[in-house]
């Protein structure tokens, strides 16, 4: 692939217009919603969104301008709504089809053609078939997306024109370089395969119960009761997942995830953003996607340690 050199310094108090690159991590990925959100709250311009995995579903949703939408769809989501979005494959590419979450997805914000977005974006997916990584700038969105979640053995490898795509952070899963192109001030990228942190599950905890403070006591012993009973639908359904016997989705998904930490790191050595914001590997679970509101506020949390340390950008004239 060919390497470009690094933009210039940009001049000291100039308004900055950022290029955002949103890692893979499953749903750890809700935290982009928070880290876009304190980016906006502190006056940065995003230009530019570069997207892997739940990345490019995050960064797609807000260059159509809905992630708004979006947010507050998926902040509604109990653990019974993830399980009824998932749709089982019936061939052994893959266990899930994928194909549920993206027909909901496009009927509820609709879609467009990337060229037609506003802002300018970029979905990074694997070929299966050439066994390289592939930059998606054209074409219908949410079929860029599609093929940049394929997780391998999860979700069933993606055919987009001719080619087989699988998830971008088997070869990528923090793709800075893309933004080497673009004329911006500033390149801020988020990792969600950081080192594990022991405090983080607790915070997580702490605003999730905050949250359940803020909903009446009725809808609240309704939410628990369904937890509840799909807790002990799943124990079921699977093997014992106690740290002794982990489950095949765990084994898999571990898996993946510690290969792209490794695969992260040398991606960063070779080509570091100017901004790095890292959510600890250990925020949550693969599938949590019933846990959007405390991930998204700590993602929030995070962007906004991080963002400490730089200047606010000058207001526009």
């Not at 900055?16 to 304190?38: D, F, K, P, Q, Y």
């Not at 892997?52 to 949703?61: E, F, K, P, T």
């Not at 070929?127 to 979700?155: H, M, N």
């Not at 969600?192 to 999730?208: C, F, K, V």
Request: charged share 25%.
């Amino acid at each position: 692939m060919v390497t470009h050199a690094r933009r210039p310094a940009r001049r000291r108090g100039e308004i900055r217009n950022i290029s955002l690159v949103l890692g893979s991590g499953a749903a750890r990925g809700l935290t982009h919603i928070g880290v876009i959100e304190a980016l906006e709250r502190r006056g940065f311009r995003i230009r530019s969104i570069v997207g892997c995995s739940m990345g490019a579903l995050i960064g797609g949703i807000h260059a159509m301008g809905k992630l708004d939408v979006y947010r507050d769809w998926v902040c509604a989501l109990e653990r019974v709504d993830v399980l009824r979005l998932m749709d089982p494959s019936l061939t052994a590419s893959g266990l899930l089809r994928g194909q549920k979450i993206i027909d909901v997805l496009r009927e509820s914000i609709g879609d467009t053609d990337i060229e037609e977005l506003p802002i300018k974006y970029t979905a990074v997916a694997t070929d299966l078939q050439a066994q390289k990584e592939v930059w998606i700038e054209q074409g219908s969105l949410f079929d860029a997306i599609r093929a940049s979640i394929a997780i391998p053995t999860v979700f069933t490898p993606y055919r987009l024109g001719d080619r087989l795509l699988l998830d971008g952070g088997l070869l990528n899963p923090i793709p800075v370089t893309p933004t080497l192109r673009d004329d911006t001030d500033l390149v801020v990228a988020v990792d969600l395969s950081g080192p594990p942190d022991s405090e983080i599950q607790g915070r997580l905890r702490a605003l999730a119960q905050a949250r359940d403070g803020e909903l009446d006591k009725y809808r609240n012993a309704i939410r628990r009761f369904l937890d509840d009973a799909i807790e002990r639908l799943a124990g079921a359904l699977q093997p014992d997942e106690s740290d002794d016997e982990l489950g095949l989705r765990e084994i898999v998904m571990g898996s993946f995830e510690l290969m792209q930490a490794t695969i992260a790191r040398h991606q960063l050595a070779s080509n570091p953003p100017d901004l790095l914001i890292t959510v600890p590997r250990n925020i949550c679970q693969s599938f949590d996607f019933h846990k959007a509101a405390p991930l998204i506020a700590i993602g929030r949390e995070l962007a906004e340690e991080a963002l400490s340390h730089l200047p606010a950008p000058r207001a526009s004239e």
